[in-house]
């Protein structure tokens, strides 16, 4: 990497480039140097390179900005090309809905007007114009009020630049910039309140009629710049390089900032129902959505010495890292650690990246992702980090029965996985007492499920000896052993025995699919029956298979036959089911993984798992443990996958489509011109061109014609696949809603009669805590003591209500896209007038969808 890129991908860090000492001006000044001298030989190269690292690496924008000022001092030219290019990256993404490269983009025109690049009315005018778009959009006759998300997140990205310009604009323009914000202030009047109701982390079921609604993210965002204002506009958390040359900048030229348009909003529905209105408010959310709800699990005193203003930037910072740097998590450590802030903020850096793994209705990347970050820190900031997200642990511990389940699930997986980078090591003996607690107690069900999971990544003996301290959690830990084989020995039913045995000597002798299935028909099923047949077929080829994860592969692969000629319906691959369940019982990862390979050989169809799960044998399940919505998932996540992966196949032959038609008619052009022209041949004159040349031509146009045919073809038999695969979803999703609602009626009616979990009093009463009580927890946190002083008092039938309320919610969030299609058919079959509030409730919630709409 030449010295100049290294200047400007380094500035402000404590690097070998600056001689690991941070001081902006000579960081400023080094880099200025480097490359002036470079632009007249690179200044594409350096144009390109320095707009790449404002936008990746925006917590260092006011550094680039400075920069970008004293450029313009020297070479009005070269920054003039840098605000046209910034103008067309804006609109470009304002025109695709980049919602983060339309917020770093304002952030950078925001420091450019600090260093004199450009005018504050410039700035004023973009501003103006989003504010007017927003207000149209929430307009009750002008507008599309479903749409309000795109509002807000425009209202959001004029609010988010103050922290980095406001004091320059009030000093400027203050009549300009007061009319804007104004204006933000009319628009909040008119907007509706967004409510976090199915997107929370935590559900809040302890909370009785509660009074204080609180802000939401744009109203807290408002207030926040409305403590800066009286403030002002003082705040430590940005930096402010360009004052430091102030004198110099001034002399430089603004340039104009050529105007900004944008999107049109979409269509109001002909028919404006509450579910038109819905899908296009989920869409809206989908498109434009929140970066962070706050979890606030640490107490005041952690952050109290931040204006509520430098939460917000030091949130930004540490966001856009997570985003920029996601695809190389050392150096997004590295950044997250040396953000340019006077004051520490470990446990706000701790809050934001969980708030983040935790994020609803998904985070920005996959959870191993924040895991990974997460042990990143932990090495880098031994001495305290550590303690931070131990503190994190115990204090979502605390909370755990009033978590999301989706949530719940996230922290079980990521816990578990933390753990194994750290040698298990964990203070058990502080979560010793849940072994007083009930079955179904969600803090026990949580240690149950982290232990299991830390079997899965290690093995059985070594997750016992990390929990020493605490013998008695072993009762705790899932089964020791392996399979569980109906015909290991001859103790059982002597015919189903011997014909384990025949069968066993059948695979081992390399006999076909084929002759097992005739063996099958000819001999066993004739005498014996067709559960006898089942039972004996796979349970012999499991233990066959389980030897390993390719053993199991290989044995489905040559007799998956066997197995679909037994079991060609639903009732049989429920049979066939609960035979894997039974074999692995001891191991819920085989059970899984079995089930979810037969499923992907189409062995076991998605209907049937639902069927098999909501079976009464397993329903008694659903509240202490998550076994059986582990499977429910995995048959969830591969249907949608499917119907995904078709999706894009369809988008991917359209295009091809599009342009097999522009080759072949590009060809077919081309024959035509060349049979239209005259050739002389032996002096007379012949239509054509050379023969041989017309012969190539014909071929090309037929082959082209072949190939679009072909294309198009390939794209009806995708496009036929995608409609069965629709079909097939509806039925499951519906068979899922019907079962749920099955299981829950008679249940929710009663143990809660006609209420809602608002008005459930006396156990939930129980579990409430004085406010007075809240400080001498936190002592006791910060010693590592969470135990808690009252036992856990919420009835088995509640708790089975409440967790099955909450995985209806999840599954009805995680899926959404897929059910708002069959929202009607839903709510003609399922989601009736007459079903249990609280059901509908969950089920509404999960897909956004209120009262009120």
Known sequence: MSSWRSLILRIGEKSSEYGGVID????IDACFGAVRRELDHSEDEILTFLLQCSEQLPHKIPLYGTLIGLL????????????????????????????????VSMRFL?????????????????????????????????????????????ITCILSCLPWGGSELVEQIPEEIERVMVGIEAYLSIRRHVSDVGLSVFEDINKINKLHVEQDFVEDLWSRIQDL???????????????????????????DFGPIICQEQPDTPVELSRLNFGSQKYEAELKYP???????????SKTEDLQPIDRFVVEEYLLDVLFYLNGCRKECAACMVGLPVPFRYEYLMAETIFSQLLLLPQPPFKPIYYTLVIIDLCKSLPGAFPAVVAGAVRALFDRISELDMECRTRLILWFSHHLSNFQFIWPWEEWAYVLELPKWAPQRVFVQEVLDREVRLSYWDKVKQSIESTPALEELLPPKGGPDFRYSSDDGDKTEYTLSRELNSMVKGRKTARDVIIWLEESVTPIN?????????VQTLLDIGSKSFTHLITVLERYGQVIAKICPNEETQIMLISEVSSFWKNSAQSTAITIDRMMGYRLISNLAIVKWVFSPSNIDLFHTTDRLWEILINALNKTYNRISDLRKEISHLKKSV???????????AELDNAEKKLMLVDGEPVVGE??????????????????????????????????RALEENEALFLSLYKNFFAVLMERLHETFGEKTLDHVGGDSEAMAVDEEDTSAMDTDKENGNSKSNVGYTIGEKEQWCLSTLGYVKAFSRQYASEIWPHMVKLEEEVVTESVHPLFRKAVYSGLRLHGDQ
């Open 229 to 255: 204002s009286k403030n002002s506009w003082k705040l430590e958390s940005v930096p402010r390089p360009h004052l430091l040359y102030e004198a110099q900048l001034v002399a430089g030229k603004s340039h």
């Open 72 to 103: 313009n001092l020297e070479n009005e030219d070269f920054v003039k090309k840098i605000v046209e290019s910034t103008q067309k990256s804006l609109q470009d993404a304002l025109d695709s809905g980049d919602c983060n490269k339309v917020r």
């Open 690 to 723: 050379n023969p041989a040349r017309m012969k190539r031509l014909k071929s090309n146009a037929e082959k082209t014609k072949e190939n679009e045919v072909s294309t198009r073809e390939s794209l009806e038999s995708k496009e036929a696949l995608f409609a």
């Open 658 to 668: 599009v342009k097999a038609e522009q080759i072949a008619a590009t060809a077919k």
């Open 24 to 27: 902006f001006k000579d960081h």
């Open 529 to 537: 029956g067709l559960d006898v047949s089942l039972r004996v077929v």
């Open 290 to 300: 929140q970066r962070i709800r706050r979890l606030n699990i640490f107490s005041a």
């Open 110 to 154: 925001t420091v450019l007007m600090c260093s004199k690049v450009i005018q504050p009315s410039s700035l004023v005018v973009i501003f103006e114009t989003l504010l007017s778009s927003a207000a149209t959009i929430v307009d009750d006759e002008k507008g599309n009020t479903s749409w309000q998300a795109r509002a807000d997140f425009f």
